[in-house]
C-alpha cells in the first residue's frame, strides 16, 4: 500500500498524517498512532474493548519472526479485508482503533514524580599547595 492509498482509504475518517515507518507506514490522527501499514497488511491499534470485534472477523494480531522465535503483537491487528470497499465502515473501525490507541496512551502516562530533595553543592576546599622542596 502507497501513501495516497492510504490516504483516499482514510478521506471518511478525516485527516490522517502518514509516517515512514519499518517496512512500511505508520499512521495517526491529533498525534496519536492507531494503524501500521506493512508488506503484511493493514493493522489497526486494538485493546481488550476492541479485539473480540477483530476476533469475530477472523483477524489475527500482527506477528513477526526473529532468529529464536516468533512475536505476536497483540496490540495491533489485522483489519478484516471486507473494509477495504466499506469506507464508512472502515472509518467506524478506525475511530475505534484511535480510541483504543487513546486509552493505551493515558494508560502509559508516567507517575508525577515527588520532589527529589535538594542537594547542597559541595563546597569547593582550596587546593592544598604542593610542598616546595628546596634544591641544594
Not at 57 to 62: D, L, M, R, V
Not at 76 to 83: D, G, H, S, V
Not at 94 to 99: H, Q, W
Given at each position: 500500500m502507497d501513501r495516497e492509498f492510504l490516504i483516499?482509504?482514510?478521506?471518511?475518517?478525516?485527516p490522517v498524517t502518514?509516517?515512514?515507518?519499518?517496512?512500511g507506514y505508520g499512521i495517526s490522527?491529533?498525534?496519536v498512532n492507531?494503524?501500521?501499514?506493512l508488506r503484511a497488511g493493514l493493522f489497526f491499534r486494538a485493546d481488550e474493548t476492541t479485539i473480540p470485534d477483530f476476533e469475530a472477523?477472523?483477524?489475527?494480531?500482527?506477528q513477526y519472526a526473529t532468529r529464536a522465535k516468533t512475536v505476536v503483537v497483540n496490540s495491533?491487528?489485522?483489519?478484516?479485508?471486507?473494509?477495504f470497499d466499506d469506507s464508512a465502515e472502515l472509518a467506524q473501525w478506525?475511530?475505534?482503533?484511535?480510541?483504543a490507541a487513546q486509552r493505551a496512551k493515558v494508560k502509559k502516562r508516567p507517575k508525577a514524580k515527588k520532589a527529589a530533595p535538594k542537594k547542597h553543592a559541595a563546597k569547593k576546599r582550596p587546593a592544598k599547595k604542593a610542598a616546595k622542596k628546596a634544591v641544594r
Open positions: 483516499d482509504l482514510f478521506a471518511d475518517f478525516g502518514i509516517r515512514k515507518m519499518f517496512s490522527a491529533d498525534g492507531f494503524a501500521l501499514s472477523e477472523g483477524s489475527k494480531p500482527f495491533y491487528w489485522e483489519l478484516p479485508a471486507r473494509l478506525a475511530r475505534a482503533a484511535l480510541a
